[in-house]
């Protein structure tokens, strides 16, 4: 997955909305489908944006999963798809740990 098939609008307070269907593995997120990004705390915005490109199309992929309540599912691929954006291994470990936590201990 690249980010430059992932096709979105920008709306208010840090949301987007997707407009062309993403296929990752076997999920299918509909065009329409709304994300709010990362769900980072403001003070951390300066190192980890909430809607950095960079991690955009996993944590898209992520949130919709979380949505459905599937959390676990929803942490391995955000994972899987940071490494293959080759997204930069501390960051990535950081990012993955920090949704882990968020799923098992705030989602649920």
């Known amino acids: 997955m690249k ?3 992932i096709k979105v609008q ?3 307070n840090h949301k987007y909305k ?3 269907e993403i296929r990752y593995k076997d999920v299918y997120i ?3 489908y709304r994300t709010d990004g990362a769900d980072i705390p403001r003070i951390f915005w300066w190192l980890f944006p909430p809607n950095d490109s960079d991690i955009l199309p996993a944590v898209i992929v992520h949130d919709f ?3 459905a309540k599937k959390y676990h599912k929803a ?3 955000f994972l899987a798809i940071m490494i293959e954006l080759n997204v930069n291994k501390i ?3 950081i990012m993955y740990r920090s949704v882990s ?3 098992r201990f705030i989602r649920r």
């Open 3 to 5: 980010y430059t098939e």
């Open 65 to 67: 999963l979380c949505d």
């Open 91 to 93: 960051k990535r470990n």
């Open 101 to 103: 936590l968020y799923t």
């Open 18 to 20: 997707v407009l062309q």
């Open 10 to 12: 920008p709306l208010k």
């Open 75 to 77: 942490d391995t691929y």
């Open 30 to 32: 509909p065009r329409g």
